[in-house]
């Protein structure tokens, strides 16, 4: 079953824009992941943060995280057209249990 | 060059014959996965492998069956295909059950 539901399911923006996905799980995490995926492809993923952190940066992109909440965000600023691809967190429930994926927010960034 | 592939890519075949979907990691990672990806239902999962011959069942796991005699390979069989196991199918692996996977770039497979 779903843990992780990205939010919104479908974001469309122009380049140059920041794009702004987010995420809410049910439970409480060790660690939440977020993934890429381009059309016909599989999931690469992207950056993984702890549940004892609060923000981690990569590149263009900066994940936020409040456990408090129940929530993650990823933010990619200066948006480029190769940016287009499904975004999708997943999170790590302890137990030695497999990630659960989200459904995955669509991202189109427009030239 | 280390990696994770899926073959076939594509594969038609029909209702009640036997397929096998194949995976193949080159990092000798100890965890694979099997996903299947459906229009509104994201990634689940079919079954997953802790290591050559331990094999558990995930969250979808009827009417699939996996084996793993050896680490680098996970191969997923349909024993009699139904239309409702079209999907495209992931293979992933990673080196501890939490850790970032690594995919392979799908089976996409049609029952007519």
């Known amino acids: 079953s779903q843990q992780g539901e990205e939010d919104p399911q479908a974001l469309s923006i122009q380049e140059g824009e920041n794009a702004t996905m987010n995420c809410s799980y049910k439970?409480?995490?060790?660690?939440l992941q977020w993934y890429r995926q381009n059309s016909g492809r599989g999931l690469v993923h992207l950056i993984l943060?702890?549940?004892?952190?609060r923000e981690k940066h990569s590149g263009r992109l900066r994940v936020t995280l409040d456990t408090s909440k129940k929530s993650s965000s990823l933010l990619i600023t200066a948006s480029r057209a190769a940016d287009t691809a499904s975004y999708f967190c997943?999170?790590?429930?302890?137990?030695?249990?497999?990630?659960?994926f989200g459904k995955g927010t669509r991202l189109s960034v427009i030239a | 060059d280390a990696g994770i592939t899926q073959s076939p890519r594509y594969k038609i075949t029909e209702t009640g014959r036997q397929v096998t979907l194949m995976c193949h990691q080159t990092?000798?990672?100890?965890?694979m996965f099997w996903y299947r990806q459906d229009l509104g239902h994201g990634l689940r999962l079919i079954y997953y492998?802790?290591?050559?011959?331990?094999?558990d069942k995930g969250e979808v796991p009827d009417g699939y069956v996996v084996s793993r005699s050896k680490t680098e390979n996970f191969p997923l069989t349909l024993e009699s295909a139904t239309r409702s196991q079209t999907s495209v199918y992931f293979c992933?692996?990673?080196?501890?059950?939490?850790?970032?996977?690594?995919f392979g770039d799908g089976t996409r497979l049609s029952i007519l």
């Open positions: 992933a692996s990673s080196e501890l059950v939490n850790q970032p996977q690594h």
């Open positions: 439970t409480s995490i060790n660690n």
């Open positions: 943060i702890r549940s004892n952190e």
């Open positions: 997943a999170t790590d429930n302890g137990g030695n249990t497999p990630l659960v």
């Open positions: 990092w000798s990672h100890s965890y």
């Open positions: 492998s802790a290591a050559a011959d331990i094999t």
